[in-house]
């Protein structure tokens, strides 16, 4: 998603490390990170 010129990408953060990627076209995309 980074450098993507063709779609609006909004984020959700959270405080965990994850968030959450909303497309232009209503995809979401949902990114989880552990901890180390």
């Known amino acids: 998603s ?3 010129n063709n779609n ?3 984020y ?3 405080s965990d490390g994850g968030y959450i990627e909303i ?6 995309i949902i990114n989880c ?3 180390l």
């Open 2 to 4: 980074l450098n993507d």
């Open 8 to 10: 609006q990408i909004d």
């Open 12 to 14: 959700i953060n959270f």
């Open 23 to 28: 497309s232009k076209n209503k995809r979401y």
């Open 33 to 35: 990170f552990s901890l």
